[in-house]
């Protein structure tokens, strides 16, 4: 999941210009030598993260949408489960996730159960499991019953 894109441009030296007064070493980025490329060379950065790891409990996180009606939707259902949640949110290079996040740790293990592990739960399917641009069918199949 990509979080920024940024094309820079290579200097010999290893400095990648970013934007006029900001830049990074190549160094910074790798061990490897120096590559040979022309200056001023256009070079794509991509900073990405796990959604696997996302999703995972870390922090408290359970799960993430593209879509506020279903971030609502599961708080809601989380808060008729009494386990207490907040939505927070990742601006992303072309969207914004929505995070659920769980406020008390020892319900971390029953969110993540409820919400996507257990077969008595929800069951639902993170949204980059789909097809860019299409429905979280899990989701949808469960709303609608």
Not at 52 to 76: C, M, P
């Amino acid at each position: 999941m990509k979080l920024i894109n940024k094309i820079g441009i290579f200097n010999p030296d290893g400095e990648i210009i970013l934007h006029p007064g900001i830049s990074v070493s190549w160094k910074s980025l790798s061990y490897k030598n120096i590559p040979d490329l022309p200056q001023g060379t256009p070079l794509n950065l991509d900073i990405s993260l796990d959604e696997k790891v996302l999703i995972s409990g870390n922090h408290g996180i359970v799960w993430a949408t593209y879509d506020q009606r279903q971030a609502e939707v599961i708080f809601n259902a989380l808060l008729a489960q009494n386990i207490a949640s907040a939505i927070g949110k990742v601006e992303l290079e072309n969207n914004v996730l929505l995070l659920i996040k769980i406020q008390n740790i020892i319900d971390i293990s029953d969110a993540m159960n409820f919400i996507w592990r257990k077969e008595g739960g929800l069951k639902l399917k993170p949204d980059w499991t789909y097809p860019e641009g299409e429905v979280n069918k899990s989701f949808e199949q469960w709303v609608n019953g």
